[in-house]
C-alpha cells in the first residue's frame, strides 16, 4: 500500500500525467497513464517465495538502466525490468519517488525535441 500511495501521490504532482488507471496486468497491480499516454506502466509484485518485492517497467525502455545510472547503492536490480527492494529495508522514497516520475512521463519526454541549444558555448 506505501508503494500504491507513493505512485498515486508523485503522479499527482507532476503536471502532463493526468490521472492513473489501476488495474491488474499479469495479476498484478498495475498503474497506467492511459488518459494522456504520458507514461510507461508500471507494476507490482511479491517475487516468487522470497522477502523481496519489486517494482517492474516495460524491459524494452531505458528506464531500467536509467534508474541504475541515477543510483547505483540506493537501489537493487533485477535486469532491465526491476527495482528490487526487501521487506525488512525502509522504502527509499526519495530514489523511487524520482524513478516512478520517470516512468510516468517516459513518453513525454520522448515526443520532445531536443531542448540542447545549437550555439557554441
Not at 503522479?11 to 504520458?38: C, H, M, R
Not at 507514461?39 to 517497467?57: K, N, P, V
Not at 524520482?98 to 558555448?121: D, I, N
Request: a neutral charge.
Amino acid at each position: 500500500m506505501a508503494l500504491r500511495r507513493l505512485i498515486f501521490g508523485t503522479a499527482a504532482g507532476i503536471d502532463g500525467v493526468g490521472p492513473l488507471q489501476e488495474t491488474l496486468k499479469w495479476n498484478q497491480p498495475s498503474y497506467l497513464t492511459s488518459e494522456t499516454k504520458s507514461g510507461s506502466t508500471i507494476r507490482l509484485d511479491r517475487m516468487g517465495a522470497t522477502e523481496q518485492y519489486a517494482l517492474y517497467f516495460h524491459c524494452q525502455t531505458d528506464l531500467v538502466a536509467t534508474f541504475r545510472e541515477l543510483y547505483p547503492t540506493e537501489l537493487s536490480f533485477e535486469g532491465n525490468r526491476s527495482i528490487v527492494l526487501h521487506v525488512d529495508d525502509p522504502v527509499p522514497e526519495q530514489a523511487l519517488s524520482h524513478c516512478v516520475g520517470l516512468a510516468l512521463t517516459y513518453h513525454l519526454r520522448k515526443r520532445r525535441p531536443s531542448t540542447r541549444s545549437s550555439q557554441a558555448e
